[in-house]
């Protein structure tokens, strides 16, 4: 059942480096809010309760609830619809996501040894790829928060792997990583849109030598 | 005592919000006196004294410490001065988030765990973004934006480096110790790629190469005060993390690799901070290069090892200091002028005569020149270099260093006595108490360059041996 979640999750990175409308970033970082917190469902059991519950509401209403209901609400803001302003073709970040996991199941098997669950670190790492890829290659502002976000979920995913053995200071992490997307978010929703008239990154490129 | 020391910061933080606006001054005060207060108490009790599951009153913590307790109650007092003009509202905030940063960065300075170092580093990341956001003008939106978006991102892969570590130690825990007793048998390649994620993420924090930009980025939209903590203290906290996971990896067999690893990110910090040095025309954003080859020159010392961990210990010293009084006295500058723009100001040395024998003797000091504590380090060092047969690298830092000192003397001669773009604000008093304070901090460098107290020279040396 988790390799199927996995997999699943896998798909979704994919589908996010091909997607063009703003909307299914949305709806695919809810999703994998939803994976993450099934995944925390069989995972984690073994943990003390109150850890448990800890990291099940943590990523219930921060990463399958309110995060996406936020980037919802900046689309709807920002009327910004589309990745690009004219239809562009979506092969290279086809090919590029296609690289990014052809190199992080390589570095996994290279890596790979008893200590570590393989498939959560691999998973991690082609999330950390994507989200740096969605991050260097797209302008608009919107799909470097949602590159963010793939990264956040990525590391939330490997802590995983080893969060039966140290569940505080895990959660204690993962909260604080939450709450700087939240506020990135926010700052995003009532700051940058009102400030800067634009969500194209080119726009923030004042402060320079 | 720790815990303590967070629940009151964080109750000073909760009383800030509520006292009257002439009341926030005497209650920072308070705080501050308390942080010298805990440094005092720590050096009393003496080093190595656990402060509770996660926290360690360890040799280098308490180095940083007493440098941030120095330092910043005279960044504040500054900060009092260069923020007369803002709103009671946003001063107090101001003085809230210092409290708390300060707060943040003493927790990574005393943290033993490494999983509590990154909490709190994090934790660092939201309380200086309000600091650069502090005017609420365009460019310090976008400042802070960047500040966030890439220090999380940084943190983030930093984290995936503390998880392998995690990994690698499994049910044995993350206190430093644990991982050091662990990393001798611990599979080479994860300790080879935790290392390296967790150098490129805290590499925001100790504002070296690759993610030096956003520190950069963050002293030029700060106040003044607030960048003469952000590119010292702050600083700090991110070499102490990366010091401490630098110790965990010398009990394993790739400590070779990291050390090689470190020399290039070094050179290269060294190489980014002489080339836009030069380039740059804003008196932050120049110090701030500044920060970024001198902790170049810190990540080479690490790099060397045996005595260039002295040296980058004592580097790091010295650059608070100087850096710092620098910093302040930029504030001045700019109190004078109303201006940053290099190419606007000059004939300072008619203005304000103290604050341009500040500014001259604070440059000297960040050059090398004798009696500097850095001239100290960067021998040794580039001895280190010479000692090991590096001659490449000895001649790429004596290369850049030159283009350093260049760029640097070239843009203070100038603002000291050429004659200005820009006529000085008439009223404005030259406040000589403020440049003095200044140069206490610069003149506490310079007597570390002539004189060693034994107790500083013993605490160095045993965070160096290990």
Known sequence: MTLSLILLYVVTLVYLSITERFRNYANLIALQGWILLAVALLRLHSIHLFDLLFVLIETLVFKALVVPMILRRIIRKTKINRVYNSGESQFNSLAGSVAALIASIGITYYIADTSMNVIFFGVALYALLSGLILITTRRRIFSHLVGFLVIENGVFLFSMAIGAEMPSLINIAILLDILISVLMLGMFITRIGDRLHSDDSERLTTIKD | MMIAYILFSFAVAAALQFVPARAVRPVAALFYAAQAALAVWICCRGFGQPSSSFFLFDAAGTLMFLLMALVSPVAYYHACDYLEQDAPRDFRLFTQLLVLLCTAIAAVYFASNIAVTWIFLEATTLCAAGLVYHRHADGNLEATWKYIFVCSTGIAMAYLGVLLLCGMSGEEGLSYQRLAETASRANPLYLKVAFLLILAGYSCKMEI??????????????????????????????????????????????????????????????????????????????????????????????????????????????????????????????????????????????????????????????????????????????????????????????????????????????????PAAVRPAAAQSPRRLLSLSALFLLLCAIALGVWQPAPLADLIHGIATF
């Open chain 2, 209 to 418: 190469f690759p993610l030096y930009t956003i520190g950069v980025d963050a002293n030029y939209s700060a106040p003044a005060p607030a960048s003469a903590l952000l590119s010292t203290v702050l600083v700090n906290a991110g070499f102490l993390s990366i010091f401490r996971v630098y110790k965990v990896m010398a009990s394993s067999e790739v400590f070779p690799w990291v050390c090689n690893v470190l020399i290039v990110t070094g050179v290269l910090s060294l190489l980014v901070g002489a080339l836009f040095l030069r380039r740059t025309n804003h008196c932050k954003r120049f110090l701030s290069y500044s920060t970024v080859e001198n902790m170049g020159i810190v990540a080479i010392g690490l790099g060397i090892g045996g005595a260039g961990v002295w040296a980058a210990l004592f580097h790091v010293v010295g650059h608070t200091l100087i850096k710092s009084g620098l910093f302040l006295q930029i504030a001045r500058v700019r109190k004078s002028y109303g201006s940053y723009r290099i190419n606007r100001l000059g004939d300072y040395m008619n203005i304000s005569r103290t604050g341009a024998v500040t500014m001259i003797v604070g440059t000297l000091l960040l050059l090398a020149f004798p009696p500097s504590p850095l001239f100290l380090s960067e021998v040794k060092i580039l001895g280190g270099t010479i000692g090991q047969g590096k001659w490449w690298l000895t001649a790429v830092m004596l290369l850049l260093l030159c283009i350093v000192i260049y760029g640097v003397w070239d843009k203070v001669l100038k603002l000291c006595y050429r």
